[in-house]
Structures are given as C-alpha cells and as structure tokens.
C-alpha cells in the first residue's frame, strides 16, 4: 500500500507563465538595451554633426576673414607700388636738376682750353662720371616706368650689327677708362631684328658696362652672336669676379646686387639687369646668366627673335651735313632763356654766348613774359618746372599774345616720360631736351633754326 507522498505531484498551474513573464522581460531588456544603444549613438551623433557644423561655420568665417585679408594685402601692395614708382620718378627728376650745372660747367671747361692738357683730363674725367650718373638716374626713372607698367616699346626694323654698335658706343667711356678693350664675333651677314633701337641699346649697353665694371683693368670684353633657326643668341662674357651660384637665379630681381667683397667699391643700383631683362622681354626674348663661381667670370646670353628678311632696313649711308646748315653757323640768335637753377641758368647762358648768341636771363615765368612781351625773341629756352607759372603755361601765354613773330619753343624738363613730351608738343613746344641736357644737340639745333623775322619773310605770301 502506497503512502501519499509517494504519489506524482501535478505541476503548478502558475509555473509557465512565471516563465513566459520572465522569457517577455528579458526580451524586453534586451529590447531597451539596444534602444539605449541608439540613442547614446545618435547622440554621439548629434554632438559630433554640431562640432562640424560649428567648425564649419568657424571655417567659414575664417575664409570671408582671409578674403578680406588677401584683398586688404594686395590693396596695400598696389599702394606701395604706386608709392614706389612715384617715388622713383620724382627721385629721378630731383637728380637731373643738379646734374645740369654739373654737365654744362664742365662742357664749359672744356671749351675754355685753359690750363693745358691736365685740365682737359680732369674735365673728361668729369664728363665720364657726370655720364655714369646720367645713366643710373635713367635706370631709376625706368624702373619707376616698368613698376608702374607704364615703359612702351616700338618695333622698327632694325640689324644686330646696329644695336651692339649703339651698345659699344654707350658704354666706351667706361671701358676706356678701365684700359679694356672688345672683341667682336658678330655674323657676316646682317641679322634682322624688329625692336626698339634706343631700349635695345640700353640693354646691351648695360651689359657692357656690368662687365667692364666687374673685371679687372686691362681685359676683354668678348661679345660673340650665333643666328639660330627663328632667334639670335648673344653671349657677352668677361673674366671678371663671377656670380655665386646661389645668386645667379636672383641676378636679374629688382635691386638685387651680387655678393661684393670689402676691396670691391664697385656697386650700383641693382637696376641695370632687371631692366635688361624687362625689355628683352617685352621683345620675346629671354636673358640668362651663367658663372662656373668667383673669379670665373660671367657670361650673359640674350635670345631674341629674328624678322623676316624683307623686314630688314636697308643699309644706312651716312651723308654729310647740308651746306645751308653749315652756313647758318655763327648766326646770332636772340634767346629768352628760363631756368630757375641759377647755375644751369649761367652755365647755359655762357654756352650760348660763347656760340655768339645774345641771350636774355630770366629765373621764373612771370619776368619771362613781361620780357617776351616788350621784345621779340627767336629762340625760348625754357624749363618745364619753374616756380608759380611753369612752363607749359608761360609758353601758352606768350603764344596768345603773339606781338611779334613766334619764336622756337625749346623745353628742358628732369622727365623723360613720353606723356610729358607729347603734352610739351600739345602746348606749343617745338623741342624737348631731357636734363642733363646734351649741349652738342642744343647748339646744333639752334644753329640749324632761323631767326623769326626770316622765317616770317619766307612763309609770307
């Protein structure tokens, strides 16, 4: 007989579904789990989508900042440019108005053939250095015109031969007074170019002159040419102290200067080159340098484009000098001469009236129209800067009260710049002279004028 506890239990009728309860709880644990999960993500999210937004906006800001910055620089490096070039050019014409007196004295000493053949040394030796100055003031004011981007060119047909023989006759003072010498290796045939003959000139010129100035007493300049298929190549060489290697693709930068030793005095502006190349340039060309280092001399290589063979001019025969212009020589002539320098003004004077001239001085525009007007004058000499009534207007009022039979209108001006000399034509100038004036120029040009009662003889009717 079985007891009951012997008996099966039947099971408890909550069992299953305490653990269908806990089977849904965990499920829905699990369930939060995973949706805390997302939401820590998504607001990792977020925070990280604002940090980038906010670096965004930052980066944003930092742009319209550098903008403003970079247009803020190059406003102020167009300024310093303008500055620069406006500087240049008036340093240029405050130079000319000394070099004027200097130039003329000295051009009077040599005409005055006293004190024998000393004096005549030390006036050449002045005319060289007054010549040296003249050339770097010239450099000056083109690097104010090239930095402004105002410098033009003209392209005439021209010859090889031309240009290094204008170059040659430029720099020979200076090569002479160092007892050095050329030589030329140049094509037989003539090499047709098209450029301007005067900025063409000047670079060659300057290569010359860099050359005779880096090299000891005594040397050779040698300048060879090689014609090439469409270009001509130019080598000026020297056995001068050479260019470092790490300042030969500087050579030619704005007032950059090759490296000079304590015993070396010669210097310069760091001009010449940069113009060189400036203009070789404008011409299609390229310039370049090359030196095995110092004491290994230089050698510089212009490369400039050929013109066509029916470009080329025809050979230039020189004539001589027209009996009429030889017999007008001597004739006196009556200036109105205007300089407010008063040492230009009386070495100029002395010239004239020593070419037999009678020549009235006036140092400002107001006398020299009360002069013109009570006088008739043949010639007028007149500066572009004067004080009170400049140039420009002196000429315009002694053409409009037009008294007597109008003279010849000669300008003097320390500008060189195209602008100014068409504006001098404008007004009523018949000449413009850039200071220091070449003498041998003006006196040869007012021998060549006649006075205004002849010429008013010849147009009359």
């Not at 977020?46 to 940090?51: A, G, K, N, V, Y």
């Not at 030796?125 to 690097?143: K, N, T």
């Amino acid at each position: 007989m079985h007891s009951d506890t012997d008996l099966p239990q039947a099971p408890s009728p909550e069992q299953p579904v305490n653990d269908l309860h806990r089977h849904d709880i965990d499920e829905l644990r699990a369930v939060i789990v995973e949706l805390l999960q997302q939401v820590e993500f998504l607001q990792r999210n977020q925070t990280r989508q604002e940090s980038q937004l906010s670096q965004s906006r930052e980066a944003k800001q930092n742009l319209v900042l550098a903008a403003f910055g970079a247009q803020d620089l190059q406003s102020s490096t167009e300024a310093a440019i303008v500055r620069q070039t406006e500087f240049l050019s008036m340093l240029a014409h405050e130079l000319r108005d000394p070099l004027q007196p200097i130039a003329l004295a000295n051009e009077l000493l040599g005409k005055l053939a006293v004190g024998g053949p000393e004096v005549l040394r030390y006036q050449r030796i002045i005319g060289r250095q007054v010549a040296h100055l003249a050339r770097l003031v010239d450099d000056l004011f083109d690097a104010s015109r090239v930095s402004g981007g105002a410098i033009s060119i003209q392209k005439p047909p021209l010859t090889l031969a031309a240009i290094i023989e204008a170059g040659i006759k430029t720099s020979r003072p200076f090569v002479d007074a160092r007892c050095q010498r050329f030589e030329l290796d140049l094509p037989a045939q003539p090499v047709p170019l098209s450029g301007d003959p005067v900025r063409l000139a000047q670079v060659f010129s300057n290569l010359f002159i860099n050359a005779s100035k880096f090299s000891p007493e005594n040397e050779s300049i040698a300048i060879s040419a090689v014609v090439l298929t469409g270009a001509v190549c130019v080598a000026v060489r020297d056995h001068g102290i050479g260019v470092e290697a790490d300042q030969q693709p500087l050579i030619f930068d704005l007032f950059t200067q090759g490296r000079r030793s304590a015993d070396r005095a010669q210097g310069g502006l760091g001009i010449g080159l940069s113009l060189a190349r400036s203009i070789v340039e404008m011409h299609g060309g390229t310039i370049s340098v090359a030196s095995a280092g110092i004491g290994l001399g230089s050698e510089f290589t212009v490369r400039l484009p050929l013109a066509s063979t029916a470009a080329a001019p025809p050979p230039t025969v020189a004539t001589a000098s027209p009996p009429t212009a030889i017999a007008r020589r001597g004739r006196r002539l009556r200036i109105l001469l205007v300089e407010d320098n008063m040492d230009a003004n009386e070495t100029l004077c002395q010239l004239l009236e020593r070419a037999h001239h009678v020549v009235t001085q006036r140092f400002d525009g107001v006398t020299a129209l009360a002069s013109a007007a009570v006088q008739p004058y043949d010639v007028v000499i007149c500066d572009i800067g004067l004080p009170g009534m400049d140039g420009y207007t002196l000429v315009e009022k002694i053409r409009s009260a037009a008294q007597w039979d109008m003279p010849r209108f000669i300008a003097t001006s320390g500008y060189s710049e195209a602008y100014d000399q068409q504006r001098a034509t404008r007004i009523g100038f018949d000449h413009y002279f850039v200071k220091p004036l070449a003498i041998d120029e003006l006196l040869a040009l007012i021998d060549r004028l006649e006075p205004a009662a002849a010429r008013h003889t010849h147009h009359r009717p």
